[in-house]
């Protein structure tokens, strides 16, 4: 069976300071990498994805995220986070041609910015 | 893209009697699907929402739990049937336009509190 492990629960982090959150799943077969956000009092919104290609993928608000396939990691990096990115993180997972499946997803990652 | 509306928003219900949650998107949808969020927890698929057939399951959730119908393909609905205080979660449909696409948008979701 799948599964997605976000290592770290809860961060805190200054603005400014540089982000990394790591992901790691566990999939039968070539997959799709996601890592969605969901703001305070809003609902999920997808931050970026990995489909095939370049595993350097970008996303919305300055966020990237690689995909490494030996490591079986999709870790999500900002260089510099600010006080908006205060936000639940979660990293999720299917299989390709995987529109007719639903996701895998992690624990979520609870990141607060610091002023 | 897709927007996702669901209703109600939050609802706090008796044991023992049953909710029916709305999902409707602007748009017509090869697929859409239904999650659980519990208290603390990551998102768990419940099941896929199938356009005139029966919806697929996942394990862990029947079907005399949690009935689920799409008559069209821009509706479905979710009712949580025989309630316990253990179904308190936050209910959540998601929905990919296209089954080639793979991205999921999700609704705002159904916070439900069984008392």
């Known amino acids: 069976a799948q599964s997605v492990s976000q290592h770290n629960h809860h961060v805190i982090l200054s603005e400014a300071a540089s982000l990394e959150l790591g992901c790691n799943y566990s999939y039968g077969g070539t997959v799709n990498l996601f890592w969605y956000v969901q703001y305070p009092g809003q609902h999920l919104q997808l931050l970026l994805k990995y489909f095939s290609g370049d595993p350097l993928v970008k996303g919305i608000k300055g966020f990237e995220a690689e995909f490494i396939k030996s490591k079986f990691s999709f870790n999500l990096r900002k260089p510099s986070v600010q006080w908006s990115d205060t936000a639940e993180y979660f990293c999720a997972v299917n299989g390709v041609g995987g529109g007719a499946d639903g996701l895998t997803f992690g624990k979520g990652t609870h990141l607060i910015i610091q002023p | 893209s897709a927007v996702i509306s669901q209703k109600p928003s939050r609802d706090i219900c008796q044991r023992g009697t049953s909710l029916t949650i709305q999902c409707q998107v602007d748009s017509q949808v090869t697929m859409m699907f239904w999650y659980r969020q519990q208290p603390g927890q990551s998102l768990t698929l419940i099941a896929t929402?199938?356009?005139?057939?029966?919806?697929?399951?996942e394990s862990g959730f029947v079907i005399d739990k949690f009935p689920i119908s799409r008559p069209n393909l821009t509706f479905s609905t979710l009712t949580v049937s025989n309630m316990s205080p253990e179904d308190s979660s936050i209910y959540l449909c998601?929905?990919?336009?296209?089954?080639?696409?793979?991205?999921?948008?999700f609704g705002a979701g159904t916070r439900l509190s069984v008392l």
């Open positions: 998601s929905a990919t336009p296209g089954a080639r696409e793979g991205i999921q948008y």
């Open positions: 929402a199938n356009q005139g057939s029966e919806a697929t399951y």
